[in-house]
């Protein structure tokens, strides 16, 4: 029987780890406060946003129920006295905006509950407990051998997943977790491919998966119950935190930074390598690795979570990976995500950014190695290692594991079949996501190198050389429209003649063909109307005689052609003037 009578169709689409971003764009005083206009963004598309209006009073709010956190968050002080002046709240609101950066960027707080309703109101507006404790209280109509302890409030990251203490009422003394969840935006399975897989997964037994209790779904949400372990996960060793306190107080300012022994994270990483490498084999997605899904039992750790693949939950590294084209599938996935949990092992925190230039010190090389192979820029930009190839590394290879129990996890082959299927489709959409990002970059760079002070040089001083070049052809051309219509002019009336003896310019003389000599060996000379530049109107003539009608026999300038003939241009008129001079 389902464990919800009515439940919501459909999975939740919005990706709760896609970052938000916030700018303030206005301000505005009203009688006795002042709001600030902020502009927040989801994701790199600027049509993915909205606006929302704030005062300082709600982000003192915000700030106090931070303070769980134990960081000290630069939130400007409050003023009583004067916070209406015009400087005042130009600089407030510059305060603000350094919050704001300081809150979205930082990758713990940036995925609670508490920012993600500061900032968008709309999508995260439903109290999640409460909705998951009339779930599982409808659950417990069909299954009555279970009682509800407490809820443990906010011990884990995701906003749409809840946990429980519970017990069984015929062993009171046992305690057991029991976890609820929303479908997420990467399930693709069928609902009764979806509701079987999940049915399957306390059959599976394996020395480094932390074994389900009970499991059952329906087709909007799924509950597993599972052994509580009061020592805790993985991170809880490395952070020394309390299982029970809230994610916030566990993980975001550690009391005392310090990584684990050279063989813990030997024997650990090795376990914890091996369980992936069988999960590859069967084709089962994981894609969730992190040092809150890795149980400690005693020297062993188990792997937690596997149903969020099914359920088509982001992983928590999901900012982190979508940046590089290169992590394309679930299993490149994983190994990008252990090398996030070996570094956190080494150094007792998570790498400040990603790619990671350089390393710190570490208590061998061979660690620093693989966190290369897995975190390094070169890494990042080429693809990641495979689990097998990470198992012969130096670090791993001669760690001897003792564990006599058998791995056991039978999956029908019509199951694999569709296992294989949602795993193309989740990671179809990592690939797209990735492009989008890749392009938004590169647009993004351009941008920036076409806004820099050089690039700003380098073009005024290309729009001085092209307004020189411009200006050159616009005097050359001036200059040929002005001799045309002077050619123009000369043809219409006649000219007055210069004396034969005027000098001719060498460029309208080389440009008619003069200063070449007759047959007979004499110079031509030339005498021309209005200008020397005029150059169609030019008359032509030969020493042989003084008057223009006759000619010398043989002489190309002398041919009783006539000087029309000598040049077409010449004018009529003019000719038969010059004869009657």
């Not at 709760?16 to 303030?24: G, M, R, S």
């Not at 760079?445 to 616009?474: D, M, P, W």
Request: glycine share 4%; aromatic share 8%; hydrophobic share 35%.
């Amino acid at each position: 029987m389902a464990f919800m009578e009515k439940p919501p169709a459909g999975k939740v689409l919005l990706d709760d780890t896609v970052p938000l971003t916030a700018a303030i764009e206005a301000s505005q005083s009203l009688q006795s406060h002042t709001e600030y206009i902020i502009r927040v963004q989801r994701g790199i598309s600027v049509e993915n946003s909205w606006q929302i209006v704030r005062r300082y009073s709600d982000f003192d709010l915000l700030n106090n129920s931070l303070q769980i956190a134990g960081l000290s968050l630069p939130l400007p002080p409050k003023k009583l006295i004067g916070n209406m002046d015009r400087e005042f709240i130009a600089e407030r609101q510059k305060g603000l905006q350094n919050y704001l950066n300081v809150i979205t960027t930082n990758h713990v707080l940036s995925n609670c509950e508490l920012v993600k309703k500061f900032l968008d109101p709309n999508n995260y507006s439903a109290n999640y407990t409460e909705i998951a404790l009339q779930q599982v209280s409808m659950f417990f109509r069909s299954e009555p051998k279970w009682e509800v302890v407490e809820p443990l409030k906010d011990i884990g990251w995701r906003i749409r997943k809840k946990y429980f203490l519970m017990k069984i009422k015929n062993q009171p003394k046992e305690r057991l977790v029991l976890s609820w969840a929303d479908l997420g935006p990467d399930k693709y399975l069928s609902d009764k491919d979806f509701q079987c897989l999940i049915k399957l997964l306390p059959s599976c037994l394996h020395p480094y998966i932390y074994r389900v209790t009970f499991a059952t779904a329906n087709e909007s949400s799924a509950l597993l119950i599972r052994m509580f372990n009061e020592k805790g996960t993985l991170k809880d060793l490395i952070y020394k935190a309390k299982p029970k306190d809230p994610f916030l107080k566990k993980y975001c300012n550690p009391k005392k930074i310090q990584g684990l022994e050279l063989q813990q994270i030997k024997t650990y990483g090795r376990q914890i390598l091996e369980v992936l490498k069988f999960l590859h084999d069967k084709g089962f997605p994981y894609g969730h690795l992190h040092a809150s899904n890795v149980m400690l039992d005693g020297d062993t750790c188990r792997l937690l979570d596997l149903e969020n693949s099914l359920l088509g939950l982001p992983s928590f590294y999901r900012s982190y990976f979508s940046q590089f084209r290169k992590i394309n599938t679930l299993e490149s996935v994983d190994v990008h995500c252990f090398g996030h949990l070996l570094y956190e092992m080494t150094y007792g925190r998570p790498p400040d950014s990603v790619p990671v230039d350089s390393f710190p010190p570490a208590p061998s090389m061979a660690v620093v190695a693989v966190l290369e192979s897995t975190l390094s820029c070169e890494a990042c930009k080429n693809g990641m290692p495979t689990v097998s190839r990470l198992l012969q590394m130096p670090l791993f290879s001669d760690v001897l594991l003792t564990t006599s129990e058998k791995p056991q996890f039978k999956i029908p082959t019509k199951l694999k079949e569709a296992l294989r299927i949602a795993k193309e489709c989740i990671e179809k959409r990592l690939i797209e996501e990735q492009k989008q990002i890749h392009q938004h970059r590169r647009l993004t760079r351009a941008q920036s190198h076409h806004g820099s002070e050089e690039e700003r040089k380098k073009r005024k001083i290309l729009a001085r050389k092209k307004s020189k070049r411009s200006a050159v052809e616009n005097s050359e051309e001036y200059s040929a429209k002005y001799s045309n219509s002077n050619n123009s002019a000369g043809s219409g009336a006649s000219s007055p003649l210069t004396s034969p003896s005027s000098p001719t310019p060498p460029s309208t003389a080389a440009a008619l063909g003069l200063g070449k000599r007759c047959k007979e060996g004499k110079d031509v000379r030339i005498t021309s109307t209005a200008s020397a530049s005029a150059t169609s109107s030019s008359l032509a003539s030969c020493e042989h005689r003084g008057a223009y009608t006759a000619s010398a026999p043989g002489c190309e300038w002398c041919e009783p052609r006539g000087l029309t003939q000598l040049h077409p241009e010449f004018p009529k008129g003019n000719f038969e003037e010059s004869r009657n001079l």
